[in-house]
């Protein structure tokens, strides 16, 4: 059985400018243990599908599974990465950050301070644990906040854009980092990004999304090649032309 | 290596801060004693010298701290109840869209009812004793409290409270450890507004109605034509306030995690 299932999923807005359909018919089975890239141009929905998957949005028609078990609100099983870097607490240290859902389960302080080490170290912080957001580079916030959804232990990794805001060589870095986290935790991820080659390298599926409105699921791409990528591989050129041309449709013209 | 560089700068910054307010406050001194002594040449405008001898023999005397004392203590009563009775209603009125429509209308008639113009009310209902004091520095610390309290639990990010309640957090939990301590900046910045108006509304109330304090000073000084008793209070006021507000900006940075504590 999936881990996840998104059922028929819409989600129709409803504002002062009149109905808006952001997205239309999304169906979808998410596997244990699988890194599922969501990939779409901007106001293609594809943020609105994550939003509904975390509970932090109701679909307006279909329904969304978690282990059979419909998704009403955010729950501690589904882990997310934000975007932007808003959501760490500037008044908590990296390491109290990293340790904020422990904290809420009620662990004691030193059982939670071992455990925020140890996913501090698997970010590649060792020895940053003492500083505050405002101290850390953009790149070393999103390893935080991976660090503090993976500390929490959830059944699945919602990551919207995780590095959509760093600059090229930092979102390089922190892809490989991703790559070898997710291969140490196996954890459940469904990745949403606007940028193919990230897609490529990152999932085990990639999922192209046709353009909003009503956005939904176009092409679900098997990506079977080893990690690490090697990006300049014949096999993964390859398999970015075939993403690339089912999305060039739902560029031109997206503007 | 970029920690130590980030700390070194932050140290060479304080010591120009604090070389420019004295270089700042010199500067001050040296006009009042220029204006004094070549613009106005009159003995209803002393210079820096004869206030400072003056206060001097007031503090010899003992007159100046018990004044100082009497004022900042009724500041503080005041303040601290004001602070107390507003930063939970700011709270509410920030948090539940009820209270906001019940309160709101509150808030912008009564901060608009400036505190000294409840003096007299004031004196009717409590005296000319400490009451009436600390009710009216409550009054005026209140509102801005409230209003700036409300403001901040409004601003705090969207994916703060969504990244808590995805780590498993309880509405009350989101509110403790999120929305709180998200807010107190705010808060802060409230309370150091409203110290501003507690400094305007005490000497105002102790000038119409008191005993003792820096108002009292300034009104028997007054009465007394003794104009270096004026300027003395005068200038007590302006430090007490500066190192008041130095104290709310060291605690705003504090709170906002801008500084870690090895800095």
């Known amino acids: 059985m999936a881990l996840v299932s998104l059922e028929g999923v819409g989600k129709t807005y409803h504002g002062r400018t009149g109905a808006w359909e952001a997205v239309r018919d999304f169906s979808l089975d998410l596997a244990d243990g699988e890194f599922f890239c969501l990939l779409g141009t901007s106001g293609c929905g594809k943020t609105t599908v994550l939003n509904m998957v975390a509970g932090f949005e109701q679909p307006t028609a279909g329904r969304i599974l978690l282990d059979g078990v419909p998704v009403e609100r955010p729950g501690a099983d589904r882990g997310v990465v934000f975007q932007g870097h808003d959501s760490l607490y500037d008044w908590l240290t990296a390491l109290d950050n990293i340790g904020f859902g422990l904290r809420l389960r009620g662990l004691g302080r030193r059982d939670r301070r071992a455990k925020a080490e140890h996913y501090l170290n698997m970010v590649g912080l060792t020895g940053q644990g003492a500083k505050h957001p405002s101290e850390l580079s953009g790149g070393m916030k999103q390893r935080i906040q991976i660090a503090r959804a993976l500390a929490n232990d959830p059944r699945m990794l919602l990551m919207d854009e995780p590095f959509g805001a760093l600059d090229a060589m930092t979102r390089a870095v922190l892809q490989g980092e991703l790559s070898r986290i997710w291969a140490e935790t196996r954890k459940t991820v469904l990745f949403i990004t606007h940028d193919i080659e990230e897609a490529v390298a990152l999932g085990t599926r990639v999922g192209v999304m046709k353009r909003g409105p009503g956005g939904t699921l176009k092409a679900v791409i098997p990506v079977d090649l080893p990690f690490p990528r090697e990006r300049t591989s014949d096999a993964f050129m390859a398999t970015f032309r075939e993403v690339h041309a089912l999305i060039h449709d739902e560029i031109h013209g997206a503007h | ?263």
């Open chain 2, 1 to 263: 290596m970029p920690s130590f560089t980030m700390r070194s700068t932050v140290r060479t910054d304080k010591l120009a801060t604090v070389a420019g307010y004295v270089a700042g406050f010199a500067l001050l001194f040296v006009i009042w004693h220029l204006a004094a002594a070549y613009l106005v040449k009159s003995i209803l405008f002393p210079g820096p010298w004869p206030v400072f001898e003056r206060a001097l023999v007031l503090i010899e005397d003992n007159i100046l701290q018990e004044q100082i004392v009497a004022s900042m203590r009724r500041i503080m009563q005041g303040f601290l109840l004001g602070s107390a009775i507003g930063i939970p209603i700011g709270l509410a009125i920030g948090s539940f869209r009820i209270v906001r429509w019940l309160l709101e209308p509150w808030t912008e008639f009564f901060r608009f009812i400036p505190a000294v113009a409840m003096i007299t009310v004031a004196v009717i209902w409590f005296g000319i004793g400490e009451e009436s004091k600390i009710f009216l520095i409550a009054y005026t610390t209140v509102f801005v409290v409230v209003i700036s309290t409300a403001a901040g639990v409004g601003a705090v990010g969207r994916d703060k409270i969504r990244a808590a309640q995805c780590l498993g957090a309880s509405r009350l939990q989101v509110f403790a450890l999120v929305a709180l301590p998200a807010t107190v900046p705010y808060i802060l910045t409230g309370m150091r507004l409203a110290m501003a108006n507690a400094f305007v509304t005490i000497v105002a109330a102790e000038l119409i109605a008191s005993n003792d304090g820096l108002g009292k000073l300034l009104w028997d000084a007054r009465l007394f034509m003794q104009i270096e008793d004026i300027f003395v209070a005068l200038v007590a006021l302006g430090l007490l306030g500066f190192l008041t507000d130095r104290v709310f900006r060291v605690l705003i940075r504090a709170f906002a995690g801008r500084f870690n504590a090895t800095v």
